[in-house]
């Protein structure tokens, strides 16, 4: 039974862990968004020419919709997450990190000093790297 724990639970770097969540939730999160709301001008028509052609391969025009749609189940997923986390975390990680608040407005919101609502943030930044864990590791293990 330790070996599926170890298996489950392993050791982590906590430093690095939380400066990944912030990572991705301050700059890949974001351009995630934009690339799951392209225009319908974006995506480009299938050219042909009645030849065939060797060896075949996928249709360029399809390429913008998977990246869509991929873009779409990452930050579908990421919402996901933020949603497992405790009520505090996820206020937090919605205010700070989807809304774009900045901290002062969210531990005053929260009736926090200062000093506790940082240690709540990073909190909240381990329980959405462990949340989001099968979708995208942010984990980083010790070696």
Known sequence: ??????????DYDEKRTIENARHFLLRDFPRLQRMAHLSVADLHSPSMDGLPKAPIKANSADEPIIKRLDAKALVQAAYDAINACSATSR???IKAYVRGH???T???DLHM????YFVHKQTA???FAFA????YDLVVRKT
């Open 91 to 93: 206020y937090i990680l």
């Open 1 to 10: 039974m330790p070996d599926l724990l170890d298996e489950l639970l392993p």
């Open 102 to 104: 900045g901290d002062t």
């Open 132 to 135: 989001f864990q099968s979708d």
């Open 113 to 116: 000093g200062r000093s506790q």
């Open 125 to 127: 930044l381990l329980e």
């Open 106 to 108: 969210i531990y005053l």
